[in-house]
């Protein structure tokens, strides 16, 4: 059974760091795209970073760009998004998903299997 399911989420200061997680289970990593995605409040998903399973494509949204880092653990199974000096604008829903696509980037009409998501707050 195919799985994806994020954490690491939580309420964390305007200006500091979380890591979150999607652990895959059922297949491995290493023969799909694993996009990152949030949906605020009102707003379209949107999306935030992606690897693809070569490893070779990896891609930022422009409003994370140079403040976070998509990386990967085999022995996991793991997809991992750092994300420093985080702003309150950062806040939303943050859902993993696959694509079997090797250029899925942030397409997210490409993307067919997704986790539950975690919730990401950044308020004082």
């Known amino acids: 059974q195919w799985r994806l399911v994020e954490s690491g989420g939580g309420l964390v200061q305007p200006g500091g760091s979380l890591r979150l997680s999607c652990a895959i289970s059922g297949f491995s990593f290493h023969y799909y795209t694993i996009g990152w995605f949030r949906q605020a409040p009102g707003k379209e998903r949107e999306g935030v970073s992606s690897i693809s399973g070569s490893g070779n494509n990896i891609k930022y949204a422009d409003f994370v760009k140079g403040r976070s880092s998509i990386f990967r653990d085999s022995a996991s199974n793991t997809v991992y998004l750092q994300m420093n000096s985080l702003k309150p604008e950062d806040t939303a829903v943050y859902y993993c998903?696959?694509?079997?696509?090797?250029?899925?980037?942030?397409?997210?009409?490409?993307?067919?299997?997704w986790g539950q998501g975690t919730q990401v707050t950044v308020s004082s």
């Open positions: 998903a696959a694509s079997v696509s090797e250029h899925a980037l942030l397409l997210r009409q490409l993307y067919d299997y």
